[in-house]
């Protein structure tokens, strides 16, 4: 409770559905007057469809309609850094050793 009353809620899900069955989503919570992404998946077999960008655009989506400054997230180096950047997103840190042998970047996208 103490953490909702500081701008923090609880996670939510947005998830891609085909024919009843989970294919994609994401896992989100609405922090300060950001959108922090903490999970964005989508199915090995359904990768190259469009699904991690449907999703991005329903995150953008609700962060209108929160009036959101943006969408905050992380990543590392062995999953999907050039998604981000082509979905807009900014980098803004690259640490070494997150951890040892592997890079985390942050990024950021503004909304408003």
């Known amino acids: 409770m103490q953490n909702r009353e500081k701008g923090y809620n609880d996670p939510f899900g947005i998830y891609a559905l085909l024919d009843n069955e989970i294919v994609g989503g994401m896992i989100a919570r609405k922090k300060m007057q950001w959108l922090d992404i903490d999970i964005l998946f989508v199915n090995q077999n359904y990768r ?5 960008s449907h999703l991005m655009s329903k995150a953008v989506e609700y962060c209108k309609k929160e009036n959101l400054i943006g969408i905050h997230l992380y ?6 850094k050039g998604f981000y950047e082509k979905q807009g997103f900014k980098l803004i840190a690259e640490i070494e050793n997150w951890p040892k042998g592997i890079t985390r970047y942050e990024f950021i996208k503004y909304i408003m």
């Open 48 to 52: 190259n469809h469009k699904i991690g």
């Open 75 to 80: 990543t590392l180096d062995f999953q999907a």
